[in-house]
């Protein structure tokens, strides 16, 4: 029979087990956040290790990624907004979404031009984006969380979440199709 | 259900974030009406483009060494 392990040891096994597997989600959206690869570095680093700090806070079996995401936000809020980014002098929430969709319905309705996008490109738009919209679509488009946790993650109602990424995902749409016009991707709808 | 209707619930259909009851009323309109299963089939088309472009890149195996070394001193 095997000794069980010791408790430092299980509390070291439950953090990599459970923790450090979102490294990946965590830099993806601590760059989207931050702008610059060596901040993001320094978030998520920071992050980790207030995570591993509190992981005997953290309830076994609820969603990790979620718990983390929690953090790093918070971390980016105090520490790393004020230098970093400008703070949104716009209303958001007055923004006016614009479809592509009835552009393209005659020419290219399967949206084929999108592949013809470079990865680059597409994070450039998302970071063009207000920080309210980018951080609402990077955590669902992107990282996949149900609109309860992203609420939960950014202290918004559900329903804000929902018209946040409604209006985000309208503005990259609309930011891409702009730049496929540019690069003849596709030709824009006459009239 | 309507096409507005259907198209106001396009978002949280594809995000399947709608009540059984309402998603059956989403997908019997969109089983009848060519047009707005289209434009969710565009949509969704576009939500799956933004998550393959974004998640090519993962943590650099450095920082990973780096937090490591931190956390449990090695």
């Known amino acids: 029979m095997a000794t069980p392990a010791p408790p430092a040891d299980a509390r070291r096994a439950g953090f990599e087990h459970e923790a450090l597997v979102h490294l990946d989600a965590l830099h993806r959206v601590a760059l989207r956040l931050t702008g610059n690869a060596a901040d993001a570095d320094d978030l998520v680093q920071e992050t980790m290790l207030k995570a591993y700090r509190a992981w005997d806070s953290y309830q076994q079996g609820t969603n990790a990624k979620a718990w983390l995401l929690t953090i790093l936000r918070h971390a980016f809020i105090n520490e790393y907004r004020r230098r970093t980014r400008r703070p949104e002098t716009v209303d958001v929430e007055t923004i006016e979404p614009f479809a592509v969709f009835p552009d393209v319905q005659q020419e290219d309705p399967q949206g084929a031009f999108f592949d013809r996008i470079v990865d680059e490109q597409v994070l450039r738009a998302i970071d063009a984006l207000p920080e309210a919209f980018r951080e609402t679509l990077v955590l669902s488009d992107v990282e996949g969380l149900n609109y309860q946790d992203i609420g939960r993650i950014l202290d918004v109602p559900v329903g804000t979440v929902k018209s946040r990424l409604f209006r985000a995902r309208r503005l990259l749409q609309a930011g891409l199709y702009e730049y496929a016009v540019e690069m003849g991707y596709i030709k824009r709808k006459a009239g | ?74």
């Open chain 2, 1 to 74: 259900m309507n096409c507005d209707e259907a198209l106001d619930h396009l978002y949280e259909f594809l995000d399947r974030e709608l009540t059984p009851e309402v998603e059956r009323e989403v997908r019997k309109h969109l089983h009848a009406c060519a047009p707005c299963a289209q434009e969710t089939d565009f949509e969704e088309t576009f939500l799956k483009f933004v998550q393959a472009r974004c998640r090519a890149h993962g943590a650099p195996p450095e920082l990973k060494r780096r937090i490591v070394r931190e956390l449990f001193g090695e």
